[in-house]
């Protein structure tokens, strides 16, 4: 008993991980959400498939071997004890029950027997060898089938998880006959020993199938790899559907499947949303999840090797890959998942250098219950990887999103799943473009541009330091033109005494503003851009404009990309299943809810009369709720003795 308890201990916690660790996911979602060390520790102890995994298998094999072994040994003699009367009870063992009583008066066996059935008891009336007569009556007998359908349930419902458990696939993987592939892509690139065939007894599988695509086969994952598992059938997704709630969470989402069957040819079309599955050759297909299924994107790109503000138009599609060519270098453009909408819960304080969510607030948020969810619009996600396949990922919105007073245009990067988006902000202008602070770019890399301005600019200083501010004005715009604050801060800490550096920096920056505000002004003029007149917001703009210029000189890309328009393709993620454990767990848990009924509320109770000697032994006992009974026995006592008095008037 104590080796099954603890066992059953051991498998609660295992269930409740994988309840609450998302289980089958794949390894890079586990490595992004654990980091490179938990992730590999979690995956040696299996609690990505819980329940598939080695040690609750065994758990589960010794905990069906240890419950069979208590039914072995208990069973027979219950079944005996529930059949049993019990009615070679002698007289010295009715005397020495906690209820035993001798009765006043007389009343017959068969009257006895007759008054017990009327009160629910079975009965049975012997006559002994000494002349004495026992009526033996029991009552609730029942309950011992209640250990009986618990303990038999363990069993089953184990028998059912071990089923599903994929034994005979781990056995497969060890004996080296299935052999999981961690390089393949497509399923036709799998190999013979990686294809489960359409007999296999159990799996539980995933596929994403983008509309107007099909597929038959699903994948499974399997330790550090993928196994194909045939299907008797294909599906075609026709169509996707998905609505939202207004704070733009999805609300409920569909597909419109047709499904082919391969051994007859028929074709026929399904509906199927969450909690509303389809069960087809023994095969359960649950809607589990959706995403991108390859969109057409079209993006704004400037080659940021050249200052040129006209950017290139490219078109691409989620979910593939592009080379680049830009020059002699060359990269691999990877799109990954297009995203329409990006909901988020903004109600959060602002944390501005990491949280992207602090930094973005829009009048389509909604609150509710104490939370500011937003939809932030749509997003793409991508990396750009060079020859030697170091790869950078970045993240675009297409919307210019808003921080504080201000609208940024927002990418983020990083070189690490696990680490967080570190976020470029290029300030949006007047008429919520990106063109102006492009146009500003281009006129601080012009050499003529920028002395040009600064002549402007010192025009009204006096004459007899007109030449030497110039010069300093100068200088400090064209620092700031090749590397932004970080080489204005290199200028200073390299050129300027160490206990001048904090007061020269403040003139460098006081000097840096003035002519920026006229470089300003000279891109508008000469890009003829709309005018801006001076203002608070023009101030701003310019603020953020050189914040956002110097994190471009930093920006780890050849090239940059913003989303301007896209035509969404969805896919829909479906689950597969075959579990014909299923149908023993359901059995096992109507055995273990009947075994709780029995044990708990059925009560088993004997009684015995002993006619002996012209007396009337009357005796009653009980498994459990003594309680119950000290109540019961004075009843019965005052009316057997009733009945007595009442027969014999007379």
């Given amino acids: 008993m104590r080796f099954a308890v603890a066992l059953l201990s051991l498998l609660g916690v295992a269930s409740i991980i994988g309840t609450v660790l998302q289980q089958n996911q794949p390894q890079v979602d586990y490595l992004v959400k654990f980091g490179p060390f938990w992730s590999q520790i979690f995956g040696f102890l299996g609690l990505y498939d819980v329940y598939a995994s080695a040690w609750f298998v065994v758990i589960m094999m010794f905990l069906v071997i240890s419950t069979g072994l208590c039914l072995i040994r208990n069973v027979p003699p219950f079944l005996r004890e529930i059949r049993s009367f019990r009615e070679n009870a002698k007289e ?56 009986i359908f618990a303990h038999a349930a363990l069993i089953v419902i184990c028998l059912g998880g071990l089923i599903d458990s994929n034994i005979l696939l781990k056995i497969g993987m060890l004996t080296g006959q299935v052999v999981p592939d961690n390089t393949a892509v497509y399923a036709k690139d799998f190999k013979p020993e990686s294809v489960l065939g359409e007999s296999n007894l159990s799996f539980r599988g995933n596929v994403n199938i983008a509309e107007g695509q099909s597929a038959d086969v699903v994948f499974l994952n399997a330790d550090n790899g993928m196994l194909v598992q045939d299907l008797p059938f294909s599906v075609k997704l026709k169509k996707f559907h998905i609505d939202f709630y207004d704070t733009g969470m999805p609300r409920d989402f569909a597909s419109d499947l047709e499904v082919t ?41 400037w080659n940021l090797a050249d200052a040129d503000r006209t950017p290139v138009k490219l078109k691409a599609t989620s979910m593939r890959e592009f080379p680049l060519d830009l020059g002699k270098a060359s990269y691999k453009l990877e799109f ?52 030697a396949g170091q790869a950078v990922e970045y993240k675009n919105y297409m919307l210019p999103l808003k921080q504080d007073e201000d609208y940024f245009f927002i990418t983020g990067t990083r070189s690490g799943l696990a680490q967080q988006y570190r976020w470029l902000r290029i300030p949006m202008d007047k008429n919520g473009k990106i063109d102006t602070f ?6 601080l890399k012009d050499d003529a541009a920028r002395r040009k301005t600064v002549a402007n600019a010192v025009k009204g200083a006096p004459a007899e330091i007109r030449e030497q501010f110039m010069a300093a004005a100068e200088n400090t715009l064209s620092i700031f033109a090749k590397g932004g604050y970080l080489a204005l801060d290199e200028f200073v800490t390299t050129n300027i005494p160490k206990d001048q550096q904090e007061k020269m920096q403040g003139y460098f920056y006081e000097m840096l503003y003035g002519v920026m505000n006229a470089a300003l ?37 050849p090239m940059l990309l ?20 299923a149908f023993l767990v359901y059995l096992g848990s109507v055995l273990l809810v009947l ?47 009733q009945l007595a008095k009442d027969l014999n008037h007379e």
């Fill in 595 to 641: 075994g709780t009924v029995f044990m708990f509320y059925i009560r088993e109770k004997r009684a015995w009369l002993l006619f002996s000697d012209g007396r009337i032994r009357f005796a009653m006992s009980s498994s459990r709720n003594e309680r119950d009974l000290q109540k019961e026995f004075p009843q019965h006592t005052r009316q057997l003795q």
């Fill in 521 to 557: 002004e000279d891109t508008i003029s000469t890009y003829n851009l709309p005018a801006w007149p001076q203002d608070e917001k023009r101030n701003r703009f310019l603020l953020h404009a050189m914040d956002a210029y110097t994190g471009l000189t930093e920006y780890p890309a």
């Fill in 261 to 301: 069957d391969k051994a007859t040819g028929k074709v026929s079309e399904h509906t199927i949303r969450v909690n509303h599955p389809l069960t087809l050759h023994g095969i359960t297909v649950y809607q589990a999840s959706f995403a991108d299924g390859g969109s057409d994107l079209t993006f704004k790109a």
């Fill in 562 to 581: 913003q989303l301007e328009s896209f035509a969404e393709v969805r896919s829909s993620g479906l689950q597969m299943t075959r579990s014909p454990g």
């Fill in 438 to 443: 492009m146009a500003l770019r281009q006129y």
């Fill in 92 to 147: 010295k063992s009715l005397a020495a029950m906690r209820h035993s009583i001798v009765l006043d008066g007389q009343v017959t066996p068969e009257v006895a027997q007759r008054y017990l059935e009327v009160q629910g008891y079975g009965c049975k009336t012997v006559t002994r060898e000494d002349g004495s007569v026992l009526v033996a009556a029991k009552k609730g007998a029942m309950n011992k089938w209640g250990y």
């Fill in 336 to 387: 990954d998942q297009f995203t329409s909408m990006n909901v988020e819960d903004m109600s959060e304080p602002s944390e501005k250098e990491q949280n992207l969510k602090s930094a973005i607030n829009d009048v389509r948020s909604v609150r509710q219950e104490g939370k500011k969810y937003t939809n932030i619009g749509p997003s793409i996600v991508y990396r750009i990887r060079d020859k």
